[in-house]
């Protein structure tokens, strides 16, 4: 962020040496700078400053999509995710060639995820994948909101290309198993099993160990072990 705030600066140097270079050039790195500041604010923890900041910003560029955008992802953080909606929404409305769809979708997605509304969510996080089919984070979540709608076979397709698409994520390996499980395709939990076993994740192994407990299958469990 301070390089950032030191390159915008040198360039109002150059502007300033240049007074032919027209006024809105100007003004344009004058709003980057104080964006960047609302950005460190932000990760520096102040929240409710950024987003008073933020506020006062977009009073005098209501149509800086960047803007909008930071206030979004600080709502999004301050868990006022209606609120986030909203402006992620606002962001769409431009159709703007520039912005990122793919995250903006994803964004809402998981906002309706936390408000419960998993058939909100569900619906976006497969706009995001229309913009990108290559994204195994999005079909990681989409596999983790359908098994939790209860869409078991949805669920593990969904993970299924979540992990082709990124082979080392484990943690949504126990989604997975568990879909199979409910699907009776116990042959498929084996090997996910395995995998988890010699990831030497501690914790996604507890969670395995638990999982394990909790099902009868003494079978499935000699198979395993």
């Known amino acids: 962020y301070n390089n950032s705030i030191k390159y915008y600066f040198e360039a109002l140097k150059i502007l300033e040496m240049h007074p032919e270079v027209n006024k809105p050039k100007k003004e344009d790195i004058e709003q980057e700078i104080k964006l960047v500041e609302i950005l460190k604010t932000t990760i520096e923890g102040n929240l409710e400053n950024a987003l008073h900041e933020c506020d006062l910003f977009l009073k005098n560029n209501p149509k800086k999509i960047g803007a909008i955008e930071l206030k979004a992802n600080i709502l999004y953080t301050l868990q006022k995710y209606e609120d986030a909606i909203l402006y992620y929404h606002e962001i769409i409305g431009f159709e703007d060639k520039n912005i990122k769809l ?26 995001a994948l229309n913009e990108n089919p290559q994204n195994g984070k999005i079909y990681f979540t989409l596999g983790e909101v359908e098994f939790k709608q ?8 969904s993970l299924e290309i979540g992990e082709k698409l990124i082979p080392k994520e484990i943690n949504s390996l126990l989604y997975l198993i568990e879909s199979y499980r409910h699907l009776c395709l116990n042959k498929k939990i084996i090997p996910k ?25 003494k079978h499935l469990k000699n198979q395993i072990f």
């Not at 209860?150 to 397709?157: M, N, R, V, Y």
């Open 150 to 157: 209860g869409l078991f076979k949805e669920a593990a397709a």
């Open 102 to 127: 793919e995250s903006v979708y994803y964004k809402i997605g998981i906002c309706y995820f936390h408000l419960n509304d998993l058939e909100a969510s569900r619906e976006y996080l497969k706009k």
């Open 193 to 217: 099993a395995e995998k988890i076993i010699k990831s030497g994740e501690r914790q996604i192994f507890k969670f395995l160990i638990e999982w394990l407990k909790k099902i009868e299958d």
